[in-house]
């Protein structure tokens, strides 16, 4: 495993794509309406992408039999992360909707998403959101120069668990920057692997995916989409970070 340290002019790349990521993310929001397709939604992520000469990174990514088709991820309800954006995938209110985009932006890359809700959605689905989120920023506050990954891991987890949800484990975040998947695996409960000390200037994207039941997950026939495996809901907050001495940068903000 080898993490890369990256320069302050990388970071600094990191910082105007990380702000424009946010500000795509933003626009992408007003699209989560009752009657919206999907496919509708990437498109727009494409335009935004293209107009800032951005590239969307996901696009073409994977196994060259079935490469990831779309600029973004659009995933519903149960479906965790992954899911591919359809003409015939329709928004109806109730419904929660992930959407995940990593762009290159002057040569380095930014990963980001979130979970939105569409139209008016039930308490549990509210609640599960909101832990979510809060459970990646328990996390952030664990990130600085010298702490341990695990400490960002177990307190996502047991953030989650005491709220009576679960995290899955067979997807974590990772490096992020010169490439989308660099080294360290970012696991969201406490693994056996090896801990990593976090360094200045190290690149990561934080992805917590919480599920509302069981943690398992379902790998669908189209090779992409992750499900939980009991059809509950499942939430999803992404951001990219930057290690600092005192803390972290969010750069997707
Ligand atoms: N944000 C996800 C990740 O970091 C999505 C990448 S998978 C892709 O793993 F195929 F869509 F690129
Ligand atoms: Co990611």
């Not at 196994?63 to 149960?78: F, K, L």
Request: proline share 4%; hydrophobic share 35%; charged share 30%.
């Amino acid at each position: 495993m080898s993490i890369i340290v990256k320069t302050e002019k990388e970071i600094e790349a990191m910082r105007r794509g990380g702000q424009e990521l946010a500000r795509i993310m933003g626009e992408i929001e007003k699209k989560i309406v009752p009657g919206e397709n999907t496919h509708e939604i990437d498109k727009l992520a494409r335009e935004l992408v293209f107009e800032i000469e951005g590239i969307a990174v996901f696009e073409g990514y994977g196994d060259r039999d079935n490469p990831y088709p779309g600029a973004v991820c659009t995933s519903i309800n149960s479906e965790i992360v992954h899911g591919i954006p359809s003409k015939d995938r329709v928004l109806k209110s109730g419904d929660i909707v992930k959407i995940d985009i990593g762009m290159k932006y002057e040569g380095m890359i930014t990963d980001m998403s979130r979970t939105f809700p569409c139209g008016k959605i039930a308490p549990n689905a509210y609640k599960l959101l909101k832990v979510t989120k809060e459970s990646l920023e328990q996390g952030i506050s664990k990130i600085k120069a010298g702490a341990k990954l695990s400490e960002y891991s177990i307190a996502v987890d047991g953030y989650v668990r005491s709220h009576g949800f679960s995290a899955v484990r067979e997807l974590v975040g990772h490096g992020v920057g010169r490439e989308l998947h660099e080294d360290p695996q970012i696991p969201n409960f406490k693994s056996n692997e090896k801990d990593i000390i976090l360094k200045e200037g190290m690149t990561l994207a934080l992805e917590p995916m919480i599920n509302e039941g069981t943690r398992y997950i379902k790998l669908m026939e189209d090779g992409w989409t992750y499900v939980t495996k009991d059809g509950k809901l499942s939430a999803h907050f992404e951001d990219t970070v930057v290690v600092t001495r005192n803390g972290c940068e969010i750069l997707t903000r």
